[in-house]
């Protein structure tokens, strides 16, 4: 019987990440200070040690990741590559559907690729403290443990409407020893002043960052992380594509698309960049590679924003980005995919989309709840919310196969596990979840007020 479950040894993580700056042709606008002109290393130290600035900055193609985090890496990496084959069943499709599940860390999700690292680089530098924001909880409770490895203390402010649905991720956190805060919290300017125009407010990504940069700002002991958008968090979860390539080269097989759910693009950009550097380096096999992220369609950055330069928090304390953005102050709905809220998109992501070498879809919330129950019927999976966005698109395309007769190979990141989100697949299942419409008029009014560099 053809092998369903296709590993790798320990010997097989990468020993580099790739970096798809050094393969993009318009290379990625730089990011701005306050002036108006590019952010300099000094600006951007306060919060970030030296090695991460230099990868942020970097366009080598290859970065050699460090053995002390290779050696934890080792907990859980190389994850598998598995073929789909009940799902492809029940579809009755001709295609290959494979998945890349990255739940098998300890975390649950593809978070610690780069919590790790930047635990580690953080810890070398001498910092004692981390404090960054979370949506769903995967990121925290990542950090979290990455702060354990490392012997540091970490605070998290974790979005208000998340930290009321997903209790457990907030428990994992404190279990690894962080500090949880429900954001806007009374514990910074930016969320004093939030909660004081609105005691009701639930919180979104930007807001979280501006909290926790804000603190990073104001103490020497304590640095800032982030857990997708910006270039060395991309950078760090190449690492999936890298190994999805080798296991690929196991098996004698090559996707035809490869897709990845997208908030802030890094659980995409992980799965899809090393694909991509196959097609600028003119592989054969690469030439009809189609590369999709989904990103929900009641927050559809790159479907629906605007290229242009913005914050990455809603206070402004970010550096200027080039990116899809559908505003900093753009509030989310309340959707169960807390991942996926996030206003922006990463620069890198937005580029590739911009210049027509990746594609994008959006997709409403019940449809990938759908597709989440139909993928845990058949393979035994229980997908995290935001993977559901994945599992919807290859369904789809699947399904497109089923009628041309195409007999597509498709790979997508199967990013974490929902058992943390139970509570979501209940209010599915009673029937209170709803679709929310793209808040065309939020949207608008919050584009009016993106800043004018320079």
Known sequence: MEAT?????????????????????????????????????????????GAILEQEMSAQRWIEIPQEVREIYRLWRPSPLVRAVRLERALGTPAKIFFKYEGVSPAGSHKPNSAVPQAYYNKQAG????????GAGQWGSSIAFAGQMFGLDVRVYMVKVSYDQKPYRRLMMQTWGAEVF???????????????ENPDNEGSLGIAI?????????????????GSVLNHVVLHQSIIGLEAKKQFDKIGLYPDLVIGPCGGGSSFAGIAFPFLADKASGDKRAEKLRCIAVEPSSCPTLTKGQFAYDYGDASGFTPLMKMYTLGHDFMPPGIHAGGLRYHGDSPLVSQLFHDGLIEAVAVPQLATFDAGVQFARAEGIIPAPESCHAIRAAIDEALRCKETGEAKTILFNLTGHGHFDMSS????????????????DAVAASLAHLPKPG
Do not use: C
């Open 5 to 49: 479950r296709i590993e790798l040894e320990a010997k097989d993580i990468p020993t580099h990440w790739y970096n798809v700056v050094a393969d993009m042709p318009t290379p990625p606008a730089p990011p701005l200070g306050p002036d108006g002109k590019p952010a300099t290393p000094e600006q951007m130290g306060a919060i970030f040690p």
């Open 425 to 440: 697949y209940e209010r599915y299942f009673a029937g209170k979840l709803e679709n929310y419409d793209y808040p065309a």
């Open 182 to 196: 429900a954001s806007p919290s009374p514990l910074t300017e930016t969320g004093r002043r939030l909660l004081a």
């Open 210 to 226: 501006s909290e926790a940069v804000e603190e990073a700002a104001s103490r020497a002991d304590t640095n800032y992380t982030l």
């Open 127 to 134: 910092i004692k403290r981390l404090s960054t924001e979370t």
